[in-house]
C-alpha cells in the first residue's frame, strides 16, 4: 500500500429486512452498496469496500467487519464513525472505526465466524420481534437440542446442510462450538465455525428442530449427517432470525 493511504476497519451492524443481502448487485439495496455510496460522498470518488462475508436477504448483522483504503490526508479514522452515521439510513450503523495493518483483509484475515438465530416460543411475538426471530408455536427440548449442537465439533462433511447452488469446492467446515440457550421465551442458537456455505446455517436450525420435534436422537442424527443426503435435511428456516454476530481475526 502507498505510504499516502490508510487502511481502515469498520465494525458494522445493519437491519437486514430491507436489504438484498450484502453484496453490491446492480440496481437492488444491498449493504455494501449503500455504505459505498456514503463513502463515495465523503471522498468524492469511488470507494471499494471488502466485507467480511456475504449475508443473504433479510440476514441481520451485529458484527459485520469491512475495509477501504483512504489517504492519510483525509478526515481521522474514528471520524468515520460519525460522518458514516451521519449520511447513512437508519437500518445501517457504523459501530467503530480504526486504522488497521495496510495488508489487513476482512475476508482472507478471518479466523471465524459467529452466528446467533432467534426464535420466540410458545407465545404470540410482538411484532417489532417479528423482525428478528421466527415465530415458533412449541416450546422445544433445548436439553435434546444442545446434545444435536454438541455433533458439531471439529471438523464436519457439511453437505447435508448444503444449498444445492453453493458454489463451494469442498463442503467440509471446521466447527468451534454450537449450542441452545433459552432466555425467557427466546431461543438462541449459536454456531462458531472457520465458514460457513450458503444459506447453511438457516439449514442447520430447520434441521435440529425437524429432527428434535421427531425425538430422534444426537446418534441417530449424527449418522444422518454423515451421509451428506440432501434430501434428509430440515426445512431452512427464514432469514428473519439470523445474525451474523461476530469475526474473530488472526491478526487486526
Known sequence: MPDTLRNIKLLIAY???DFSGWQRQGCNRTVQGTLEAALERI???PVVLTGSGRTDAGV????????FTTPISSIPAERFV????????RDIRILKAGVTLPDFHARFDARSRIYRYHLICGRPALPHELRYNLQLWRRPDSDLLNAYARLFHGEINCSLFAWPKDPSRSRNRYFSHAGFLYQGDTLIFEIQANAF????VRSVVGTLLHYEEKGKSPEELKRII???????????????????????YFRE
Open 15 to 17: 437491519d437486514g429486512t
Open 60 to 67: 441481520h448483522a451485529a458484527g459485520q467487519v469491512a475495509n
Open 197 to 200: 456455505l450458503w444459506k447453511m
Open 82 to 89: 460519525q460522518a458514516l452515521n451521519s449520511l447513512l439510513p
Open 43 to 45: 471522498h468524492k470518488h
Open 226 to 248: 454423515e451421509t451428506g443426503d440432501r434430501s434428509l435435511a430440515g426445512p431452512t428456516v427464514p432469514p428473519n432470525g439470523l445474525f451474523l454476530w461476530k469475526v474473530e
